[in-house]
């Protein structure tokens, strides 16, 4: 395996799957987002989200929490320090990689 | 890879213009109020009690209005804009925005100061309106550059240069000046806040679960 492919075999696979790449995109800009925002943006279903934010949440990445905003419930998920942490390496794996392989 | 994670993040950053309520809400309240202020300003003079009361209660005023109207936007979100596209939280204090921000401050004080020096030579021209004009298209215009991306700001921006022009060669009195100057912008900020509501209820119905509770 040449150097330029042990970097991809590198990058973390929580992260790297497109839907789960996309949640975290969506995070690391904002404070926090609930479930049915993240839905929409993500163009993902109920249980597919579910899922991914299972996944993420598994991983130490996302934190969810039910909540209350006056009278509307709401599941609010928040991109962990470590999350953030990720996220920020996954980048510079990928355009490390990229540059490399032109 | 960047520029794909780019525009999502650009497009989470517009959520919160989607609905129209900041412009519906905040624009045309506050720009309500200072057509106020400085209409009764003028009606009731800058000597008289009622005129030196209102000048030094500006800066209350105007803090007191964006305090009424932050707390009108979050409620109204609440309940129009949460239940149907969902809640977001955007980070309150960032430095890259503070530095941003005081560049645009520093930007926008230093370009009317030109202007001011400009248009000073011309004894016709009522230059505070025409200043104001010019000042509130640019907010606008680094505010779309920066941060909103979105074509109908573009159009508040040619409003308020077209108005401050105008109404700088009517003849009107200073204050009455600026009262209706502030007056039109309220009305084209709600006409085009009121309008971008509309598509959104329209293209966003309250989806079938909230609307049984």
């Known amino acids: 395996m040449t150097k330029d492919l042990r970097g991809l075999a590198d990058l973390d696979r929580a992260i790297h799957e497109p839907a789960r790449l996309l949640i975290v995109t969506i995070l690391s800009t904002v404070e926090s987002a609930d479930f049915l925002f993240l839905q929409r943006e993500a163009g993902l279903t109920k249980g597919n989200l579910s899922a991914h934010l299972t996944k993420l949440e598994e991983a130490g990445y996302v934190e969810i929490k039910k909540t209350f905003k006056g009278k509307l419930p709401l599941t609010v998920c928040k991109l962990t320090k470590s999350g953030s942490k990720a996220f920020a390496q996954y980048r510079q794996q990928m355009v490390k990689f990229m540059s490399t392989t032109g | ?213």
């Open chain 2, 1 to 213: 890879m960047k520029n794909e994670s780019t525009q999502v993040q650009q497009r989470v950053m517009r959520y919160w213009y989607i609905d129209g309520l900041g412009e519906l809400v905040g624009g045309g309240g506050v720009f309500f109020v200072l057509a106020l202020y400085f209409s009764a300003q003028q009606y009731f003079g800058e000597d008289s009690l009622v005129g030196g009361l209102l000048q030094a209660g500006l800066f209350l005023i105007l803090v007191g209005s964006f305090v009424f109207v932050r707390r009108l936007i979050a409620s109204l979100k609440m309940r129009v804009t949460y239940p149907r596209t969902g809640y977001v939280e955007y980070r309150a204090s960032r430095q890259n925005r503070i530095l941003m921000g005081a560049l645009a401050a520093l930007s926008a004080a230093a370009m009317s100061g030109v202007i001011v020096l400009i248009v000073r030579s011309f004894d016709a021209i009522d230059t505070m309106v025409a200043m104001t004009g010019i000042l509130v298209a640019v907010i606008l215009l680094v505010k779309q550059v920066w941060s909103t991306r979105m074509p109908r700001f573009y159009f508040l921006g040619a409003i308020s240069l077209i108005l401050g022009g105008i109404l700088s060669v009517s003849g009107f009195a200073r204050g009455y000046n600026l009262g209706l100057f502030y007056g039109f912008m309220s009305i084209a900020f709600a006409v085009s806040g009121g309008i971008t509501l509309k598509n959104y209820l329209r293209e966003n119905p309250l989806p079938a679960e909230v609307e049984n509770d």
